[in-house]
């Protein structure tokens, strides 16, 4: 019993030992702190798909005035919008990368759907291809630079989902349709199923 009592004993204090270690870790490391400082009605929320380009960081995010739109922040200054992209909703920019010194992403701007964009870091941002025509969304996704190119994958109104490309200039094109089977589907017959390309990775 009294082996027991030992046992126990040893244990209470070897627990209060690695507690006070893992505290004492925590306590010498710098707890976060709100990037932008001072709050205001107008400081950006919900901050999302950041990336680093040209010294500064870019991202999503929405306030008062304005739905989710493309802002920087250079680490000092209060964050700033880059572009209401979208006055009559949300752009909502997704899937940033930086290719060739440009900002490419996705964005609704109202008129063409979701479709690609790119941004130079001093014009606004401008559309690069409206790959399905009109108000459809192209919805390019799965972005990854190989050989100087940027793939993704992209939807238009006659392939379906398939394989797309910017070169270093800047042009966008379809760079392989892999899916050439036919469908019938709503009375269409030369439009294919697509072959939707997704998880593009270099090896």
Known sequence: M????VVSIVSIALIAVLNFIVYA???QKPF???ATGTVTANSPT???QLVAYNGKLYFQAMDVQNDAELWQYDGKNTPSIVNNI???GPSMPQNLIVFNNKLYFTADDGTHGTELMVYTG???PTLVL???QGAN???PSHFCVFNNVLYFQATDSIRGGELWKVDAAGTCTLAAEINTFLNNNNGCGTCSNGSYPAFLTVY
């Open 130 to 132: 409206d790959i399905f």
């Open 2 to 5: 009294k082996s027991k009592n």
């Open 25 to 27: 870790g925590f306590a």
């Open 137 to 139: 969304s192209g919805n």
């Open 86 to 88: 979208n006055l009559n």
């Open 32 to 34: 976060p702190t709100l």
């Open 122 to 124: 001093s014009l606004t």
């Open 46 to 48: 919900n901050p999302d």
